[in-house]
């Protein structure tokens, strides 16, 4: 099985190459997702069975001033990366976030619609989850991770997810990756349990200092928790099939 990713130089994209090390993962000038001339040339050289599609504008903040870009990577990229799996009959797993939802109710489940987007970053991923939709065969995995320390001396109380360190998460993505040609959901949750902002913080930075969200600078959901049930049952599954 060939794998192809995008994004490899990211934060997930990171811990990816070093959990699947038969993966493909070009450079980003080798593959600039916003290329799709180039998107499509790497793809038939490759002929990979899986495409995972990890590149991403992800500074949320950054969104609201450069908009352009973040619509281009995020949303242009993935159609630009649909259609060239689409071309080599490939099944592109495509990196979602949390943030498609307006975080209003929390414990969000795959079935839940998504929306309103309560900032760029939001609908530049919301519009991408349709985008790789196109995808003829296609997983759309929702999670949300950190570094694996917590980067920033204040966390919010008032924030609350299923996101965790990318060293958590990224595990439970590679399990997904290895299995998706045999996986019949199209979209999952991949997340751990409801926290605040402020308890994951913790968790890594005993020290850090407790904000609230009003002091972001930018709009921010309350409660993006997903609801992981689905994903709890197929890993559990997947895992015996491992051991055996």
């Keep these: 099985m060939k794998i192809l990713l995008t994004g490899g130089g990211g934060r997930l994209g990171t811990e990816l190459r070093g959990l699947l090390p038969e993966v493909t993962a070009p450079g ?11 998107v499509l040339s790497v793809t038939q ?28 990577i995020n949303v242009e990229g993935t159609r630009n990366v649909a259609r060239s799996a689409n071309v080599v009959s490939a099944k592109l797993v495509h990196i979602s976030t949390d943030y498609v939802f307006s975080g209003e109710e929390g414990n969000y489940r795959e079935t839940d619609t998504p929306g309103p987007p309560i900032n760029f970053y939001a609908l530049s991923k919301l519009v991408a989850e349709e985008a790789a939709r196109a995808a003829e065969k296609h997983l759309i995995l929702r999670t949300s991770f950190r570094p694996r320390e917590f980067a920033y001396p204040v966390a919010f109380s008032d924030v609350f997810t299923g996101q965790d360190y990318v060293d958590i998460i990224a595990p439970q993505i590679a399990l997904a990756v290895l299995h998706a040609l045999n996986i019949q959901d199209e979209v999952l949750h991949i997340v751990t349990e409801r926290k605040s902002v402020y308890e994951l913080a913790r968790r890594r930075k005993p020290d850090v200092r407790e904000g609230t969200r009003a002091s972001a600078g930018v709009a921010l959901p309350g409660d993006v928790s997903l609801d992981t049930g689905r994903w709890e049952a197929l890993r559990a599954s997947l895992e015996v099939n491992v051991a055996r």
């Design 28 to 38: 980003s000038r080798e593959l600039d997702v916003t290329d799709a001339g180039q």
């Design 45 to 72: 050289r490759e002929q990979p069975d899986i495409i995972v599609h990890a590149a991403a504008y992800t500074d949320v903040a950054g969104a609201e001033k450069d908009r352009e870009r973040c619509w281009a």
